[in-house]
């Protein structure tokens, strides 16, 4: 094939991506205005209601604007030669493939972000201000860049130069060492994630002696669960939006806490919603993502390795030497469409095991409370309760409001 052909494959997924997403996003805001299922008429009083609907609105209209930006920008920069530009500049600063790969990734990354900061800026301090979800500051916003920044040169940078210097030494096997390395990492993350990352960003303290403890640890004897580890941590110092997640196995497992969670819903409807989060453990679905991630990614080293050598890859985004890097980057949005399908996948699968987890709650404790949790934190986050079929099944990981009151009342 040649690479003008190639090309204009790439600028064309690129292009089809964006009109679908946009299309469904239409498709969505169309029932912004719909009246509510008479199951969930409790959920928002009228001016509720009202402001529900103008917050979706405005996150519509302003995700329209600075996705619609981004896309021209990346347009422009695959029409102007953009990553030939970079390449030379990488190449200017080492003449190692390494060294030039991370120096290149490094500057697409740090514009990419430069360029979304306004955005970011003003969805937070305007938007979500605006709507009451902001509690956070101006030092908080850029800290948690830099601290971003910082994870992504180290931890990406390092499994970046560990896959390039496996391809160097082995070839076209080097996706069986690449896929180790990256299951490796992706196990040791899943243990130790909330014990090594989060503290950079947030505050953790174990759950406080008292009634909401005791009720929590009695709910977990009875369903023979050794929960030593609850958590709370300060998800107040960025939003109100309030959440809870299971994390990691075995000695390492714990439950994590929102303080908002805590404070916007009664210990009831918080053990209810623990109970949840307990059902995707007892239903092994941590194993099961774990595992099906670990499959998807060692298709994706195989299928790179089968093309990552080709000049034509290169040659398509104006790069005249072969180069893992450059090759990478085209791969990737080749290989999106297949990404689209994976994820159209992973979201079925994550829907299902949310019913899994919210019977498992109604069996062990009990459906009325999760209800009313679900009830509360879908007000609080003023949540779309009547979004697009089609823009569910394509983007939803979870069951919307609507189908998980209709499965708990069952």
């Given at each position: 094939?040649?690479?003008?052909?190639?090309?204009?494959i790439?600028?064309?997924?690129?292009?089809?991506?964006?009109?679908?997403d946009k299309?469904?996003?239409?498709?969505?805001a169309?029932?912004?205005?719909?009246?509510?299922?008479?199951?969930?008429?409790?959920?928002?009083?009228?001016?509720?209601?009202?402001?529900?609907?103008?917050?979706?609105?405005?996150?519509?209209r302003?995700?329209?604007?600075?996705?619609?930006?981004?896309?021209?920008?990346?347009?422009?920069?695959?029409?102007?030669?953009?990553?030939?530009?970079?390449?030379?500049?990488?190449?200017?600063f080492?003449?190692?493939?390494?060294?030039i790969?991370?120096?290149?990734?490094?500057?697409?990354?740090?514009?990419?972000?430069?360029?979304?900061?306004?955005?970011?800026?003003?969805?937070?301090?305007?938007?979500?201000?605006?709507?009451?979800?902001n509690?956070?500051n101006?030092?908080?916003f850029?800290?948690?860049?830099?601290?971003?920044?910082?994870?992504?040169?180290?931890?990406?940078?390092?499994?970046?130069?560990?896959i390039?210097?496996?391809?160097?030494?082995?070839?076209?096997?080097?996706?069986?060492?690449?896929?180790?390395?990256?299951?490796?990492?992706?196990?040791?993350?899943?243990l130790?994630?909330?014990?090594?990352?989060?503290?950079?960003?947030?505050?953790?303290?174990?759950?406080?002696?008292?009634?909401?403890?005791?009720?929590i640890?009695?709910?977990?004897?009875?369903v023979?669960?050794?929960?030593?580890?609850?958590?709370?941590?300060?998800?107040?110092?960025?939003?109100?939006?309030?959440?809870?997640?299971f994390?990691?196995?075995?000695?390492?497992k714990?439950?994590?806490l929102?303080?908002t969670?805590?404070?916007?819903?009664?210990e009831?409807?918080?053990?209810?919603?623990?109970?949840?989060e307990?059902?995707?453990?007892?239903?092994k679905?941590?194993?099961?993502?774990?595992?099906?991630?670990?499959?998807?990614?060692?298709?994706?080293?195989?299928?790179?390795?089968?093309?990552?050598?080709?000049?034509?890859?290169?040659?398509?985004?104006?790069?005249?030497?072969?180069?893992?890097?450059?090759?990478?980057?085209a791969?990737?949005?080749?290989?999106?469409?297949?990404s689209?399908?994976?994820?159209?996948?992973?979201?079925?699968?994550?829907?299902?095991?949310?019913?899994?987890?919210?019977?498992?709650?109604?069996?062990?404790?009990?459906g009325?409370?999760?209800?009313?949790?679900?009830?509360?934190?879908?007000?609080?986050?003023?949540?779309?309760?009547?979004?697009h079929?089609?823009?569910?099944?394509?983007?939803?990981?979870?069951?919307?409001?609507?189908?998980?009151?209709?499965?708990?009342?069952?």
């Amino acid at each position: 094939m040649e690479p003008q052909t190639l090309f204009y494959i790439i600028i064309g997924i690129i292009i089809v991506n964006f009109v679908i997403d946009k299309t469904l996003g239409a498709l969505n805001a169309k029932h912004f205005n719909d009246a509510l299922p008479e199951e969930l008429n409790d959920v928002y009083n009228v001016e509720e209601y009202k402001k529900s609907q103008r917050y979706k609105k405005e996150q519509y209209r302003f995700g329209l604007l600075s996705s619609s930006i981004s896309i021209v920008a990346t347009l422009l920069f695959f029409f102007l030669d953009g990553f030939a530009l970079v390449d030379g500049w990488a190449r200017s600063f080492s003449d190692n493939a390494i060294g030039i790969a991370l120096i290149f990734f490094g500057i697409i990354v740090f514009a990419s972000d430069i360029l979304s900061l306004p955005f970011s800026y003003y969805n937070t301090f305007v938007i979500e201000e605006k709507y009451g979800f902001n509690k956070t500051n101006t030092a908080t916003f850029f800290f948690d860049k830099l601290k971003g920044w910082a994870m992504m040169a180290v931890v990406g940078g390092g499994l970046l130069a560990g896959i390039i210097w496996f391809y160097q030494i082995t070839g076209s096997n080097f996706w069986l060492y690449a896929w180790g390395l990256v299951t490796v990492f992706t196990v040791f993350m899943n243990l130790f994630y909330a014990r090594l990352i989060v503290p950079i960003f947030n505050k953790q303290s174990p759950l406080e002696d008292g009634s909401l403890r005791t009720k929590i640890e009695a709910y977990a004897n009875t369903v023979h669960f050794n929960l030593a580890n609850i958590f709370v941590i300060d998800g107040s110092k960025r939003s109100t939006k309030a959440n809870a997640y299971f994390s990691g196995f075995g000695r390492e497992k714990r439950i994590t806490l929102y303080d908002t969670l805590i404070n916007d819903l009664d210990e009831e409807e918080i053990v209810a919603v623990l109970a949840h989060e307990v059902g995707h453990y007892k239903r092994k679905h941590i194993i099961y993502n774990l595992t099906t991630s670990v499959l998807l990614t060692g298709v994706t080293f195989w299928l790179l390795s089968l093309f990552i050598g080709s000049e034509t890859l290169s040659a398509a985004l104006g790069v005249s030497e072969a180069s893992f890097h450059i090759g990478l980057v085209a791969f990737g949005i080749l290989y999106s469409p297949i990404s689209e399908v994976t994820s159209l996948f992973m979201n079925v699968l994550s829907r299902k095991f949310e019913y899994q987890a919210d019977n498992y709650a109604k069996e062990t404790y009990a459906g009325p409370p999760l209800i009313s949790a679900l009830k509360k934190l879908s007000k609080n986050s003023l949540s779309n309760l009547t979004p697009h079929p089609a823009f569910v099944f394509m983007n939803y990981s979870h069951p919307t409001m609507l189908e998980r009151f209709r499965n708990l009342k069952k």
